[in-house]
C-alpha cells in the first residue's frame, strides 16, 4: 500500500513543486540584466549608481530592481538617495560707526567709517540708500590712524536700474589689509532723474509750418545715504538636501505663441527622477515668469498638470552678470515635459537647450569575498521587497568605506516572461503549492483509509 500511494502522490507533487520553481524564479520577470563590475574581490559595501537605462524601465517606485549573485541568489540593498552640503559666501556685519561726511559740490560725498575695537577685519561695504535709478563710481582708502591714507579700490560701482530691471547691487568689496579706518568717496553728490513724461507744445506764425517742442523735465536730487554698513564675508556650509545629477534633455520642440504671448518647450523626460529644469540661452536682459507641466496621468484626452514655477532671469551689463535660469519641480518620472514661458509683449528667447538635474539614486549591499553581482530590472509584476538592508547599513555607520561598482549594458533577458498580476507572483506561486500539497496528500489519506475498510478480516478462531 505505501508503494501505491507514494505512486499516485508522485505526479501531484511533481506538479507543484514545478508551479512553485516557477514562481519562485522572479528572474524571468524582469527585463534586463547589467553586470555589476568591481575593483575589489573581498567584503564590502557596494554602491551601484542608477542610470538612464535604469529609469526609463523601472516602475514608479522602483519595485521592480532586483541583485542577484553568480549563484542565482537574490542579495538585499537598500534603495539610497545621495546628499550634499554646499558652501556658500555670507556677510557678517563688522560694527563701526560713521566720523565724518565731507561734500565737495557737484564732485563727490567723502565718508569716513571707524571699525569698533572689538570688531573682525572687514571686506566689503553696503552703501544704504533709499534712491533708485542711479550709478555712481565709489572709491575705498583704509588708514590705520585716520590721517594716512592707502588706496585700496579705485573703480567700483554701485547700482540701481530699477526703471528697466530688477537690478541692485550697493555692495562695495574690497581687500583686508589690517586697516581700522575707512574712508568711500561717492562720485557725483547730486543726482539728475529724468521724468518718463515730455511736455509738447505747438506754435503756429502765419504763413510758417507748425512747430513742435518736447521738454523733457529733469529734476537734480541730493544723492542720500543712510549708512554705510561693513561686513566681512564668510563661508557657510548648508543642511544636507538631495545631491543631483545634471543631464542634457533633447528638446522635442520649440513653439512661439503670439496670440498667447508664450513660448512652449516641450523636452524628453526620459523617466529621470527629475527635481529642477534649466534653460540654456544667449538671450540676455530679461526677467520672465515660466512653469514646468507634466502629462497628467489617466485618460485618454491629453492633460498637462503644473509640477513647479518660477521666474528666469539673466542680467548682464558691462561687467555685471547675474542670472537664474532653472525651475524647481515636485519630484517627477515622466516621458515628456512642457515649459511655458511668459513672453508678454517682449521678443522671444533664444532657447539653445534644456539641462535636468536629477535624485541621485543608488542600490547599496553587502558584498561577500569572491562573488559577482548583477542588477535586474523591468517588471510589470514585481511587488517592492522586503529587505533588512538599511538596518545592517546603518549600524556599519556612515563612515564605513564603499566601493562604487560600474553598471554594464543593457542585456534583454533571454529567460524574460511577461507575466500578469496576481499569477506572476512569486508569493502567489508557492501559497498555491502549499494548498494543492495538502490537498493531494488529504486525498491519498482518505484512500488509503476506504482500502484499509474493504480488505477482509482474517479468521483466528480456526
Known amino acids: ?58 516602475r514608479d517606485g522602483f519595485p521592480d530592481l532586483r541583485v542577484y549573485d553568480d549563484r542565482g541568489g537574490e542579495v538585499p540593498y537598500d534603495l539610497e538617495r545621495a546628499v550634499w552640503r554646499r558652501t556658500v559666501s555670507a556677510h557678517e556685519p563688522a560694527a563701526s560707526r560713521v566720523v565724518s561726511l565731507e561734500v565737495v559740490e557737484g564732485e563727490a560725498i567723502e565718508i569716513v567709517v571707524k571699525l569698533d575695537d572689538d570688531a573682525p577685519e572687514p571686506d566689503g561695504a553696503t552703501v544704504r540708500t533709499p534712491l533708485n535709478d542711479f ?78 517742442t518736447e521738454v523733457e523735465r529733469i529734476l537734480r536730487r541730493p544723492f542720500r545715504i543712510d549708512r554705510i554698513d561693513l561686513f566681512r564675508t564668510v563661508e557657510r556650509t548648508t543642511e544636507e538636501e538631495p545631491a543631483m545629477i545634471r543631464d542634457q534633455l533633447d528638446v522635442l520642440k520649440v513653439e512661439t505663441d503670439r496670440r498667447e504671448r508664450v513660448t512652449r518647450i516641450d523636452v524628453a523626460g526620459g523617466r529621470l527622477p527629475l527635481l529642477r529644469l534649466a534653460l540654456r540661452t544667449s538671450s ?44 524647481d519641480v515636485v519630484e517627477s518620472r515622466a516621458d515628456r515635459l512642457r515649459i511655458i514661458i511668459d513672453d508678454g509683449d517682449n521678443p522671444p528667447l533664444d532657447v539653445l537647450g534644456v539641462d535636468g538635474d536629477r535624485a541621485d539614486l543608488r542600490l547599496a549591499f553587502i558584498g561577500e569575498e569572491g562573488r559577482t553581482y548583477r542588477l ?87
Do not use: C
Open 1 to 58: 500500500m505505501t508503494a501505491t500511494l507514494a505512486a499516485r502522490i508522485r505526479p501531484g507533487l511533481l506538479v507543484v513543486l514545478a508551479l512553485a520553481a516557477t514562481g519562485a524564479a522572479a528572474d524571468s520577470r524582469l527585463r534586463f540584466t547589467r553586470d555589476l563590475a568591481r575593483e575589489g574581490r573581498g567584503d564590502a559595501v557596494l554602491v551601484a549608481p542608477l542610470d538612464a537605462p535604469v529609469f526609463a524601465e523601472a
Open 135 to 212: 550709478e555712481r563710481r565709489v572709491r575705498v582708502l583704509g588708514s590705520a590712524d585716520g590721517r594716512t591714507w592707502t588706496p585700496l579700490v579705485d573703480d567700483a560701482r554701485i547700482f540701481d536700474y530699477s526703471r528697466f530691471m530688477d537690478v541692485r547691487d550697493v555692495d562695495v568689496p574690497f581687500p583686508p589689509r589690517g586697516f581700522r579706518w575707512f574712508k568711500l568717496i561717492v562720485e557725483r553728490e547730486a543726482d539728475e532723474s529724468r521724468s518718463p513724461y515730455y511736455e509738447l507744445s505747438r506754435s503756429r506764425i502765419e504763413g510758417e509750418r507748425e512747430r513742435r
Open 284 to 327: 540676455r536682459n530679461f526677467n520672465r515668469p515660466a512653469r514646468v507641466l507634466a502629462p497628467a496621468p489617466g485618460g485618454a484626452i491629453e492633460r498637462w498638470a503644473e509640477i513647479g514655477r518660477g521666474t528666469l532671469y539673466l542680467y548682464q551689463i558691462e561687467g555685471f552678470r547675474r542670472e537664474h535660469l532653472a525651475l
Open 376 to 462: 535586474a530590472y523591468g517588471s510589470d509584476a514585481l511587488d517592492p521587497p522586503r529587505y533588512d538592508a538599511a538596518a545592517v547599513l546603518a549600524a556599519l555607520g556612515p563612515r564605513h568605506p564603499r566601493e562604487t561598482v560600474a553598471l554594464g549594458p543593457p542585456i534583454p533577458n533571454a529567460d524574460h516572461r511577461p507575466s500578469s498580476r496576481p499569477w506572476g507572483d512569486g508569493a502567489t506561486w508557492l501559497t498555491l503549492a502549499l494548498i494543492l500539497m495538502t490537498a493531494v496528500l488529504a486525498w491519498a489519506v482518505v484512500q488509503a483509509v476506504r482500502r484499509v475498510d474493504k480488505a477482509p478480516t482474517d479468521d483466528f478462531d480456526g
